[in-house]
């Protein structure tokens, strides 16, 4: 099964960007859909952006939109998020995850997370 190590979190100042990676292995990502999810203090996991496997249908939540892009690059077998604008609600430990057979992904194979601290 698909084994998934997001990277690329750190702390930031309010209004900065970061772009995170999830970097698959033990499976081609090209048959996965992938999605961003974040867990943040005192708050339940929530999804963030996801996006099929060919990259041709994408859904993100209305709390990033038009600041968080998600992308994916098959050849590198990896998924990013582009984080613009960050807000101290953003902070939480970020996880991609990837499920086979399926558009949107809501279960599957996780990685063990990114902390993104965004400080204002």
């Known amino acids: 099964q698909v084994r998934l190590v997001e990277s690329g979190g750190g702390t930031v100042q309010a209004g900065g960007s970061l772009r995170l990676s999830c970097a698959a292995s033990?499976?081609?990502?090209?048959?996965?859909?992938v999605g961003w999810f974040r867990q943040a203090p005192g708050k339940e996991r929530e999804v963030v952006a996801t996006?099929?496997?060919?990259?041709?249908?994408?859904l993100t939540s209305n709390s990033v939109k038009g600041r968080f892009i998600i992308s994916r690059d098959n050849a590198n077998n990896t998924v990013y998020l582009q984080m613009n604008n960050l807000k101290p609600e953003d902070t939480a430990v970020y996880l991609c995850t990837a499920q086979s057979g399926v558009t949107v992904p809501t279960r599957g194979s996780w990685g063990h997370g990114t902390q993104v601290t965004v400080s204002s």
């Open positions: 033990g499976a081609s990502l090209s048959g996965y859909a």
């Open positions: 996006i099929s496997g060919s990259g041709d249908y994408i």
